[in-house]
């Protein structure tokens, strides 16, 4: 079995820097749908480089490549022990060579094992299977900021802007549309959802993931949840809610239901959101070799398909051109809607570096500087450091902290995705700051605007959470809130939920 740990490294690497052929025809239907010059648009025109960009170098897709989970099939006598111990070699090599960022983090003490390796990491599912001549390995990465957006509803209940989810199909329709609405440009819209009807509390969460292993274009043996399915998909895309949340016409990609009994007591709907980057591959290996039979999902013998037609994301010559350090007229000048080309110094800051600076002084200087919600994957280059993949993470994780830190330190520009609350947008306007709107999941496509990691601090905290300084050059995005009080993502909000209203009743 010396081929296995080859065969599921090369499962690892392609899973992270290679989006399967369903996922890429859906996305270029939503390329089509949505006009280039909208917010939408450039969005998915910026994602489709970023793919592109991805496959050609072997770089990850997305810097959060999420919790490594997989689903093995083995033949009656195969040792399972000796097959997770080659999995967990496999994924600890793959995030040395920068194909995986070290996600594995202690919940109690905070320190990042730097290896993906850890209680409860990697995920990894045995099943026997009747077949004794052959072995499957399923893997699926799905990153914090769409797994954040998972929802699970105990029916009946009372959804907002949706009224009374009875027991019934109806009632699961209605929890499927109130769980895409809610996930607004969070879990980087567009999206698709594995949701699971019954089961318990944990079953049903495994059997929603589950449903993510199915092909974006399959139909549903089941002709009720064929029905179900096709209902959400006829329906959500008037929501409005687009790429990242901008507005627009996809934010949806797929939905795939899966049902198991339930206690009397009990009827969970539960809702395991992904995003654009839906990152699910398989192999079936010999079961004597352990080497690859053949791919599941993808023919290695097609040639990809380039997602970007024209050269992705076009200038059209309105864009902001910014230099840092920023000055408080430069962002009172600045309305909801601007697109920005940012040059300069940013410092990358997310959830410890934001908790650490509520109670002491930053390393840098933040007077007129830029907070990147980021958490690079970075690779050792000589005596420095050089980012392989470096998109925004879901900013909404730091409101408890944003607005003390953007008026404490003089901070000017916080970038991110996803959007922030009402205590940020007050500190935007009280100090003349502003939120831009950066592509969720563009991991490849940011990381070429940055030209030179200058420095590093906290890097105590791990790689992902330390505080990177990053200079970058040209680094588009948008304006979704502004130091006027405006927020696109709570209009967006607000329009969604009146047309939730009317197709959920
Ligand atoms: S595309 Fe967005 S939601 Fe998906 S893993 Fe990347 S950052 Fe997270």
Redesign the pocket.
């Known amino acids: 079995m010396q081929a296995f740990f080859d065969s599921v490294l090369s499962l690892i690497v392609q899973t992270s820097t290679n989006l399967p052929p369903d996922v890429r025809a859906a996305m270029k239907v939503a390329l089509a749908e949505e006009p280039a010059a909208t917010q939408s648009g450039q969005a998915l025109n910026i994602i489709a480089q970023n793919i592109d960009q991805a496959a050609d170098c072997e770089g990850a897709?997305?810097?959060?490549?999420?919790m490594p989970t997989f689903e093995v099939k083995t033949p009656v006598g195969v040792n399972q022990i000796v097959l997770k111990k080659q999995i967990q070699e496999a994924v600890a090599e793959a995030t040395r060579r920068g194909k995986l960022r070290p996600n594995s983090v202690d919940s109690i003490t905070g320190e990042n094992s730097g290896s993906n390796l850890g209680p409860g990491t990697p995920i990894i599912h045995f099943e026997q299977w009747e077949n004794a001549n052959e072995i499957e390995v399923k893997l699926i990465?799905?990153?914090?900021?769409?797994?954040n957006?998972n929802a699970q509803y105990s029916l009946p209940a009372e959804l907002p802007n949706l009224g009374r989810a009875d027991r019934t199909l109806e009632g699961v329709r209605k929890c499927i549309l109130h769980a895409v609405w809610n996930a607004q440009g969070?879990?980087?819209a567009p999206?698709a959802v594995g949701v699971c009807i019954g089961g318990d509390r944990t079953s049903g969460y495994v059997h929603a993931k589950e449903q993510l292993f199915r092909t974006l274009d399959d139909v549903n043996g089941d002709a009720r949840l064929a029905e179900l399915e096709a209902s959400i998909m006829g329906e959500v895309n008037k929501l409005g809610i687009g790429a990242m949340g901008f507005g627009g016409r996809v934010s949806l990609i797929g939905c795939k239901v899966g049902a198991m009994n339930r206690l009397p007591a009990s009827f969970f709907v539960s809702v395991a959101y992904?995003?654009?980057?839906f990152r699910r591959l398989g192999v079936v290996l010999d079961a004597r070799t352990g080497a690859i039979a053949r791919w599941l999902y993808r023919d290695p013998s097609s040639p990809v398909v380039a997602m970007a037609d024209q050269a992705g994301f076009q200038r059209t010559g309105r864009e902001v051109v910014l230099k840092t350090p920023l000055t408080e007229e430069q962002m009172r000048s600045l309305k909801v809607g601007d697109v920005v080309l940012l040059s300069g110094l940013v410092y990358t800051g997310r959830d410890a570096v934001h908790a650490h600076l509520m109670k002491h002084d930053p390393p840098v200087d933040l007077r007129g500087a830029v907070i990147y919600h980021c958490g690079p994957v970075v690779a050792k280059d000589g005596d420095g450091w050089r980012v392989t993949a470096a998109?925004?993470?879901?900013s909404i994780r730091e409101e408890p902290y944003q607005a003390d830190i953007i008026k404490r330190y003089g901070v000017r520009v916080v970038i991110g995705?996803g959007g922030m609350g009402a205590k940020t947008l007050g500190a935007l306007k009280e100090t003349g700051a502003v939120y831009l709107n950066a592509i969720?999941?563009?991991?490849q496509f940011y990381a070429r605007t940055i030209t030179k990691v200058a420095g590093v601090s906290l890097l105590e905290f791990g790689t992902p959470e330390a505080m990177w300084h990053l200079q970058v050059d040209a680094f588009p995005a948008i304006v979704t809130m502004d130091a006027h009080g405006n927020s696109l993502h709570k209009d967006i909000e607000t329009a969604s939920a009146s047309v939730l209203a009317s197709i959920g009743s």
Do not use: F, H, N
């Not at 969720?440 to 991991?443: D, E, I, M, V």
């Open positions: 897709i997305c810097q959060d490549t999420g990465l799905k990153g914090g900021g769409c797994e957006m969070k879990g980087c999206g992904d995003c654009w980057a998109g925004p993470t879901t995705k969720g999941g563009a991991a």
